[in-house]
C-alpha cells in the first residue's frame, strides 16, 4: 500500500480515530433522534458515544490525560457531528427504519475503527496481545454501551446480537496479520472485517443463541 505507507503512522492513527470519532457521534445522535431527545441529549449521547470508550481504556492501560483531553478538535469535531447530523435528520422520513439503519452502520464502523485503534495503542503501550484484544474490544464497545443505558436502551452488547464477538474475530485477525503485513494494512484489514461481520450479521439477523431457564412443570 505505497499511498498509505507514504503518510506518516502518526498521521494516519489521527485521521482513523477522527473518524471514529465522527461516525460513533453520529450514532449518538441517531439513538437521541430515535428517542425524541433535545440538542442537549443528542451532544450528551453523541459525547459518550465517541469518547468513552477510548477514555476508559486510556485510564486502564496508564495512558493519562486520556486522549480528548489535550487535543480539543475531538470535542470540536463532536460539537460540528451533532449539528450537521440533527440538521441532516430533520430531512429523513420518520417510520421507515432510516434512522435505525443511519445508528447500525456508523455504530459498525465506529466499532471496527476504535477497536482496532484500541488494540493498538495497548499493543504501543507495551502489554501483550490477549490485553490488546481486551483492551480493543472495550474501546469498540463501552461507548455505545454508555449510549444506550443513558437512552434507556439494552446495550447492543447483551442483546444477542454478534456485536463484541465480531470485534474479538478482526482484533484477533489483526494479531495474526502484524506478523506477516505493514501495520497499515493489518489495521486496515482487520476493521474491514469486523465491519463486514457485524453489518452482514445484523442485516442477516443471525444472533448469539439466547440463555433461558427451563421451564417448570407441574
Known sequence: ?????????????QILTMLATITL????????????????GALVLASVCALGGGSLRDLLIG??????TTDLQYLGTILLTVIITVFSLRFITVGKGIRLRILDIADAIGLALFAVLGAQKTLEYGLTAPVAVVMGVITGVAGGMIRDILSQTIPMVLRGEIYASAAIVGLTLYM???SVVDEYSAMLLAMVCIILIRLVTLFCHIQLPKLKLPEKHD
Open 176 to 178: 495474526v496479520l502484524r
Open 63 to 68: 495512558a493519562t490525560p486520556v486522549f480528548w
Open 25 to 40: 457521534a453520529i450514532s449518538g445522535v441517531s439513538q437521541a433522534a430515535r428517542n425524541e431527545m433535545d440538542f442537549f
Open 1 to 13: 500500500m505505497p499511498i498509505l505507507i507514504a503518510i506518516p503512522f502518526e498521521s494516519f492513527i
